[in-house]
């Protein structure tokens, strides 16, 4: 009996340590190099994972022309090598080469030189590369766009001036690119790996206003169109769960209370303001693009302040950082309105109830306690509080 159960239990362990490493095999890609043999030294390797998050660096080492590496990925990723041709000299920089691709769980054969833009790629793992190329050219045209007409700013602006410029340059080129390569390769190609990688970056861009948080309808109907076996990957679990949170945070929607303390270690909850049009303002002082914006958060506030508007800002700031956010008020000359400080960060409750995963990040809410804008900086904010106080 006694021997039956052990031989039992390991036969149950065994057949999970065999499944573990099938599915270990299953999600990993793995790069096998054979290239000139001038190439040798280390590839610079960089994963982008298609949902984004931080980017991942790693290194391999090139004997002869032949190097080989895996990672573990569950999806898709694109992956950015460089080599370095020439070192490093005294007041100088390197000479670096360069080329990404799209690789999948599977098996990878690159062929090659020096030069890396010639390298070919063959194997299961590469499903979707070739239309990864055509995609990333397509969208380098609009990026020397961009640079072209940034270039063509005058020099002698001062530098508030073109840093409008630059962002409406931007924002009129990207909404074009989106549409003709992100949306395009979405709706043409909902079968293709290539759809994950445009879906994730068509629901997140532009940068200051994500889709996912301020089309969440429009994503999901998106989402629908790609298979069910895409369906499991990591990146479009992470944008399902994301839209839900936006979708409780949208136009219409009640606000989510919650309570957090103030400069002055009371407690304060969202709903204190009710009867008053209230910015909801996440930054930290060491956000800088926060700093920037609150110039203009600021104008908003006494422009508005009699008539109905505050500003409830939440500060991201840990607790060892208490000073530099109270020194950060100080410096912007902000402290006229109510700030409170989750020293759990985006970890927080409220940062969570809002799915705030970067900052600045921003709310409006009417003074029935319902969401009427997301995201709004510069002059969007402008627009967007002025027919509300118009004739107040």
């Known amino acids: 009996m006694i021997r039956t159960i052990v031989a039992t239990m390991l036969m149950l362990v065994y057949c999970g340590l065999n499944l573990y490493a099938q599915q270990k095999v299953a999600n990993t890609i793995t790069v096998k190099g054979e290239f000139d043999e001038k190439v040798n030294g280390n590839l610079n390797l960089t994963f982008k994972r298609v949902g984004g998050g931080k980017m991942e660096f790693d290194s391999a080492r090139v004997t002869n022309g032949k190097f080989n590496f895996s990672r573990t990925s569950a999806e898709p990723l694109v992956l950015v090598m460089a080599l370095e041709l020439k070192k490093n000299e005294p007041g100088r920089g390197g000479s670096m080469n360069y080329n990404a691709f799209y690789l999948n769980p599977g098996e990878v054969n690159m062929s090659g030189s020096t030069d890396l833009k010639k390298t070919t790629v063959t194997g299961s793992g590469t499903e979707g590369n070739a239309d990864y190329q055509h995609y990333s050219a397509a969208i380098n045209v609009f990026l020397a766009k961009l640079s072209n007409s940034n270039r063509a700013v005058p020099a002698s602006l001062p530098l508030e001036e073109k840093e409008k410029i630059w962002k409406k340059n931007a924002d009129s080129i990207n ?205 969007n904010l402008d627009k967007a509080l002025k027919p509300l106080f118009q004739g107040k």
Not at 184 to 192: R, V
Not at 231 to 257: D, F, R, W
Not at 266 to 276: E, H, Q
Not at 331 to 345: N, Q, R, S
């Open 175 to 379: 909404l074009i690119r989106d549409e003709e390569v992100f949306l395009k390769t979405i709706k043409e190609k909902p079968q293709s790996l290539l759809a994950v990688l445009a879906l994730n970056q068509y629901a997140s861009e532009p940068v200051w206003t994500p889709r996912k948080k301020m089309q969440p309808e429009l994503i999901e109907k998106l989402l629908a169109t790609l298979p069910a076996k895409y369906q499991a990957y990591p990146s479009l679990k992470s944008l399902k769960k994301e839209l839900q949170v936006a979708k409780t945070t949208g136009v219409g929607q009640p606000m989510i209370n919650f309570t957090l303390k103030d400069v002055n270690g009371k407690a304060v909850s969202l709903s204190d303001f009710k009867g008053k049009y209230v910015f909801l303002d996440f930054w930290a002082s060491w956000c800088v693009p926060c700093r920037k914006e609150n110039p203009n958060v600021k104008a908003q506030y006494l422009r508005y302040k009699d008539k109905g508007f505050t500003v409830l800002s939440v500060s991201m700031d840990k607790a060892a950082d208490r000073k530099a956010w109270l020194d950060a008020i100080e410096k912007d000359g902000i402290g006229m309105w109510t700030h409170l400080v989750d020293e759990a960060g985006f970890a927080g409750f409220a940062a969570k109830s809002y799915d705030v995963m970067s900052i600045p990040t921003n709310f409006l809410i009417s003074p029935d306690g319902k969401f009427v804008g997301r995201n709004l900086y510069g002059e």
